[in-house]
């Protein structure tokens, strides 16, 4: 979670520091020392249960996971087990070409986090526990997906949700998102699933995908031979494309799982409940199919801009500073930014690995440039010219045209001249035209739009070129 301290102490809760650097008595399990639960914690948890349906239960209890490992100086972590904090909840999931279909949430639990081994720094294994005490929220959902590609998708909507609601970076690799799949199978007509495998070390949505495809075959593969399926633990190996034991399964009794004497109930009223509730931003598939609904945006384009916040953000702040210069029908100009953003703006934050929050040109001064584009003083050619210097200059837009003398040409009989020169000039392709190769229309309008440096506008060559040619066939 994103708490700016732990869940039990008040060490910071960051990635990347120094090892054991972020550690205090509490987070270390030192004696006499007493956990305070972080009040962020239980509002980002019931973030994510609102958002999925869950219902809050108004009294939760913390409880001790009973395991010993060596980086888990306490010898517990603390977590919820019988009396969680979110129940009952549900994801919809959309695959490729529309399908639907709805994956239970059994509970969401808080919980913190253990330390850290790093085996591959000398002979010995080192411990760093600055993981220790890190606040958790465990999503469990109910055996309803069919498919590593529901799976998958599952997994992007979590991410989108938990990203969203600003309670996780949704980082994978640094662990920020992690995925432990349960995996069983069952022979057709059956309804009793059968022993389960949970599989582990899967860093990304992909690798996902891929750990499950190999332990449904595997299971497939043992079954259909005579085999019986072992309840164990994998780590799955993204190098060798496989997954090998790590140990057997443990269940929940193994953990001896009880009410953490050192933490009270949590209590949750419905004033504290709706505060949360009325907080909640809208999340992105509502968001997408608004953008539908009321922008007219295709859906491939409202999945691109709302795929991240910061993205749908940038979006909308562009089209409302636009709106501004052009009052009007918001639709129409949706379109126009739209592009721009999923064009020329993701491909500037892609190349140099940058977020949209950091992003050198601000939503209005782009709305500023393709407001010079609507009313006729750029053309699209020219305004990718000025997108890149507005990269590196704090400028406007409109003095980057003027300064650089980059003002769309709109003058009928300037653009007149130009175009006899080029018919003049290319008398056998005119000929070709007028035998009926119209596709020498376009290569018409590239020489004349070279001619005028770019600067001429579209579509007074087009027209200008049309009647002239016409007037030559006549």
Same mark, same amino acid.
């Given at each position: 979670?994103?708490?700016?301290?732990?869940?039990?102490?008040?060490?910071?809760?960051?990635?990347?520091?120094?090892?054991?650097?972020?550690?205090?008595?509490?987070?270390?399990?030192?004696?006499?020392?007493?956990?305070?639960?972080?009040?962020?914690?239980?509002?980002?948890?019931?973030?994510?249960?609102?958002?999925?349906?869950?219902?809050?239960?108004?009294?939760?209890?913390?409880?001790?996971?009973?395991?010993?490992?060596?980086?888990?100086?306490?010898?517990?972590?603390?977590?919820?087990?019988?009396?969680?904090?979110?129940?009952?909840?549900?994801?919809?999931?959309?695959?490729?070409?529309?399908?639907?279909?709805?994956?239970?949430?059994?509970?969401?639990?808080?919980?913190?986090?253990?330390?850290?081994?790093?085996?591959?720094?000398?002979?010995?294994?080192?411990?760093?526990?600055?993981?220790?005490?890190?606040?958790?929220?465990?999503?469990?959902?109910?055996?309803?997906?069919? /498919?590593? @590609?529901?799976?998958?998708? !599952? &997994?992007?909507?979590?991410? $989108?949700?938990? +990203?969203? =609601?600003?309670?996780?970076? #949704?980082?994978?690799?640094?662990?920020?998102?992690?995925?432990?799949?349960?995996?069983?199978?069952?022979?057709?007509?059956?309804?009793?699933?059968?022993?389960?495998?949970?599989?582990?070390?899967?860093? /990304?949505? @992909?690798?996902?995908?891929? !750990? &499950?495809?190999?332990?449904? $075959?595997?299971? +497939?593969? =043992?079954?259909?031979?005579? #085999?019986?399926?072992?309840?164990?633990?994998?780590?799955?190996?993204?190098?060798?494309?496989?997954?090998?034991?790590?140990?057997?399964?443990?269940?929940?009794?193994?953990?001896?799982?009880?009410?953490?004497?050192?933490?009270?109930?949590?209590?949750?009223?419905?004033?504290?409940?709706?505060?949360?509730?009325?907080?909640?931003?809208?999340?992105?598939?509502?968001?997408?199919?608004?953008?539908?609904?009321?922008?007219?945006?295709?859906?491939?384009?409202?999945?691109?801009?709302?795929?991240?916040?910061?993205?749908?953000?940038?979006?909308?702040?562009?089209?409302?500073?636009?709106?501004?210069?052009?009052?009007?029908?918001?639709?129409?100009?949706?379109?126009?930014?739209?592009?721009?953003?999923?064009?020329?703006?993701?491909?500037?934050?892609?190349?140099?690995?940058?977020?949209?929050?950091?992003?050198?040109?601000?939503?209005?001064?782009?709305?500023?440039?393709?407001?010079?584009?609507?009313?006729?003083?750029?053309?699209?050619?020219?305004?990718?010219?000025?997108?890149?210097?507005?990269?590196?200059?704090?400028?406007?837009?409109?003095?980057?045209?003027?300064?650089?003398?980059?003002?769309?040409?709109?003058?009928?009989?300037?653009?007149?001249?130009?175009?006899?020169?080029?018919?003049?000039?290319?008398?056998?392709?005119?000929?070709?035209?007028?035998?009926?190769?119209?596709?020498?229309?376009?290569?018409?309008?590239?020489?004349?739009?070279?001619?005028?440096?770019?600067?001429?506008?579209?579509?007074?060559?087009?027209?200008?070129?049309?009647?002239?040619?016409?007037?030559?066939?006549?």
């Amino acid at each position: 979670m994103l708490t700016a301290t732990k869940a039990f102490c008040g060490c910071p809760n960051r990635f990347g520091d120094a090892p054991n650097s972020n550690v205090c008595p509490v987070c270390l399990g030192l004696p006499g020392t007493l956990p305070v639960l972080n009040r962020n914690l239980v509002e980002y948890i019931m973030r994510m249960g609102l958002a999925t349906g869950c219902r809050i239960t108004p009294r939760s209890i913390l409880a001790r996971k009973n395991y010993f490992y060596p980086d888990l100086p306490k010898g517990y972590q603390i977590s919820q087990y019988e009396e969680p904090i979110c129940v009952d909840g549900n994801l919809e999931i959309e695959l490729e070409g529309g399908a639907k279909t709805t994956v239970r949430i059994k509970r969401i639990h808080m919980e913190e986090d253990a330390g850290k081994l790093i085996h591959d720094q000398g002979p010995q294994t080192l411990v760093d526990l600055n993981r220790c005490g890190t606040p958790l929220i465990e999503i469990v959902t109910e055996p309803d997906l069919r /498919s590593p @590609r529901e799976a998958y998708h !599952a &997994l992007i909507l979590i991410r $989108q949700m938990v +990203t969203y =609601l600003g309670i996780c970076d #949704g980082n994978m690799e640094e662990g920020s998102l992690r995925c432990d799949a349960n995996v069983s199978i069952r022979l057709r007509g059956e309804t009793a699933l059968g022993t389960k495998t949970e599989v582990k070390n899967m860093n /990304s949505f @992909r690798n996902v995908e891929r !750990a &499950l495809e190999f332990e449904i $075959q595997r299971q +497939t593969d =043992l079954v259909s031979s005579g #085999g019986r399926v072992v309840q164990e633990t994998l780590l799955w190996d993204a190098d060798a494309g496989c997954a090998y034991p790590m140990r057997s399964k443990e269940e929940a009794h193994d953990y001896r799982y009880f009410p953490d004497p050192d933490l009270v109930p949590v209590l949750v009223d419905q004033a504290w409940e709706r505060s949360v509730r009325d907080a909640l931003p809208e999340l992105p598939v509502p968001r997408r199919d608004r953008y539908e609904r009321a922008f007219g945006l295709p859906r491939y384009d409202a999945d691109v801009l709302t795929a991240e916040r910061p993205v749908a953000d940038y979006f909308e702040q562009t089209l409302t500073a636009l709106q501004t210069l052009r009052p009007g029908d918001g639709a129409a100009l949706a379109k126009p930014v739209s592009n721009w953003v999923m064009t020329d703006v993701l491909r500037v934050v892609a190349e140099e690995k940058v977020d949209v929050a950091s992003f050198p040109i601000a939503p209005v001064r782009l709305a500023a440039m393709i407001g010079l584009i609507l009313d006729g003083t750029i053309s699209g050619k020219i305004a990718k010219d000025v997108f890149e210097a507005m990269l590196t200059s704090p400028a406007e837009p409109k003095a980057i045209v003027q300064e650089r003398g980059l003002v769309q040409v709109s003058d009928g009989g300037a653009i007149a001249a130009i175009v006899e020169e080029v018919l003049t000039a290319h008398a056998a392709q005119v000929q070709q035209y007028l035998g009926g190769n119209e596709r020498v229309f376009g290569f018409f309008v590239g020489e004349t739009m070279k001619r005028m440096q770019g600067k001429g506008n579209p579509t007074m060559v087009n027209a200008v070129l049309k009647v002239r040619l016409a007037a030559r066939k006549g």
